[in-house]
């Protein structure tokens, strides 16, 4: 179920959603001015799951380009948005009130923040785009936002660098949540949990279609390229924290570490076959829970909104 299927991305949503710093969406919401209608991108956006966070919490207008390479994702997006009788690249129409944000689910998990404005207009477009290659299909505009979640620890240095750099030229605001860090804890703990968990993180190393991936390291190096790129940077942890209650969650990932384990290192298999039977059995008598490690990031170019609220 792991991977990037839709069911996978479901099961995860309300927990991305819990799990997500509130802080760094209050400060995007102060880093938008009221009444100005933004474009915001979310790259690698699955089935939506960013926007339908980030919308509701944001006081601007907002003109959402979810882009993937998955089509599948993207129809699932504009059905869940209300827009599945669009066509490709159509979305929902531009406008007010009227076209808001009907039918799109506010998940689990996100409820307004204090104080924040009343939602605004947002509409919905979709592109399918592989980002590994051109990033200049990617039409930024002055000022935009661009957003991922769930995205980065996939990516290499050297397309991060170049996404960066367009950023850059264009002032954009940069979000990126939910970067995995490389963290997992599990109770009740097992001496074989850390080995399991450096060769997961081996295996995060490795070429996602971006090249040789960031993996664990992406939120600091994306934070340390926008400070060279004068950017301002806050960043939070937004770890996941999964309870007896989430078995199936926690048994997906469970399956899904052991597997990438054994792929990037054969001679282990025994080793984690048998970590996977003794945390499955832990998880079977209710007694499992796992926190794993993810890093909010947000960043905007010095000089242009210093103070936010401002
Ligand atoms: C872990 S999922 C996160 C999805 C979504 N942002 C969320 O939070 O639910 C990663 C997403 O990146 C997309 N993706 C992976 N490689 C891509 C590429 N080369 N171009 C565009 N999208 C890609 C996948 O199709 C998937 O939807």
Redesign the pocket.
């Known amino acids: 179920v792991t991977g ?1 299927s839709a069911e996978w ?1 479901a099961m ?2 309300p927990i ?1 959603a819990a799990a997500r710093d509130r802080a760094i969406a209050r400060r995007l919401s102060e880093l938008l001015p009221p009444g100005v209608r933004r474009r915001c991108f ?6 939506g ?2 926007v339908r966070y980030l919308a509701p919490l944001l006081g601007a207008p907002q003109r959402w380009v979810l ?4 089509e599948q ?1 993207l129809r699932r997006a504009r059905e869940l948005a209300g827009g599945s009788a669009m066509g490709e690249d159509h979305g929902l129409p531009e406008g007010d009130e009227a076209a808001g944000i009907n039918g799109m689910r506010v998940v689990r998990g996100a409820p307004p923040i204090d104080g924040m404005p009343a939602m605004h207009a947002t509409s919905i477009d979709t592109r399918c ?5 051109d990033l200049g299909q990617l039409e930024l505009e002055e000022g935009a936002l661009v957003s ?4 980065l620890d ?1 990516v290499s240095a050297a397309w991060l660098t170049r996404l960066l750099d367009r950023c850059r030229a264009c002032d954009a605001i940069v979000l990126f ?2 970067t995995y860090d490389g963290r997992i804890a599990l109770e009740p703990g097992d001496p074989a949990d850390a080995a399991v968990r450096d060769l997961v993180n081996r295996h995060q190393r490795t070429d ?3 090249g040789p991936a960031l993996g664990p390291a992406a939120a600091s190096f994306a934070r340390a390229r926008l400070e060279d790129l004068q950017y301002r940077t806050q960043s939070a942890p937004s770890d996941w924290r999964l309870e007896p209650a989430d078995a199936l969650v926690q048994e997906c990932l469970l399956r899904d570490w052991a597997r990438a384990a054994v792929e990037i290192a054969p001679a282990a298999q025994e080793l984690c076959e048998r970590w996977l039977r003794k945390r499955l059995a832990h998880l079977e008598r209710g007694q499992s829970s796992i926190r794993v490690g993810h890093q909010d990031l947000i960043a905007w170019p010095a000089g242009s909104r210093d103070q936010p609220g401002a």
Not at 67 to 70: H, L, P
Not at 129 to 133: T, V
Not at 148 to 151: D, E, G, I, M, V
Request: charged share 25%.
């Open positions: 990037f991305l995860r949503e991305d979310d790259l690698g956006c699955g089935t799951s960013n882009v993937d390479s998955d994702h785009i592989d980002l590994a290659g991922a979640a769930a995205l996939l949540a939910l996602k279609g971006f």
